[in-house]
């Protein structure tokens, strides 16, 4: 598994990706990561195999969907969006 550096921009990334996503369950990963964490003598090993097999897989993939799709608008925000220039206005002609 590929991890990634959080990029200038990331916490309105998140923000607009909880927003588009909101299909993609992340409450209950972060509850079996707890679990795991604070309550790992009472997992069901059935349950956590389970989960770990056929589930994350699926969660995985939706993630790196949702990843890639929001990576490629802010690849191409820069672009596309004259205004997003540091002083917040279009750059002048003039260089």
Do not use: C, K
């Not at 598994?1 to 998140?14: D, I, K, N, Q, Y």
């Not at 790992?40 to 056929?54: C, G, M, N, Q, V």
Request: net charge negative; charged share 25%; no cysteine.
């Amino acid at each position: 598994m590929e991890l990634h550096r959080p990029r200038r921009g990331s916490v309105a990334t998140l923000q607009r990706g909880q927003e588009r996503f909101a299909d993609i369950p992340r409450q209950q990963p972060a509850r079996l990561r707890n679990r795991i964490v604070h309550g790992y003598w009472s997992i069901d090993l059935e349950i956590l195999h389970t989960t770990a097999t056929e589930q994350l897989p699926a969660f995985a993939s939706e993630l790196r969907n949702a990843l890639d799709s929001l990576t490629a608008e802010t690849e191409e925000a820069p672009a596309s969006h004259a205004p997003d220039s540091p002083s917040g206005h279009a750059p002048s002609s003039d260089t």
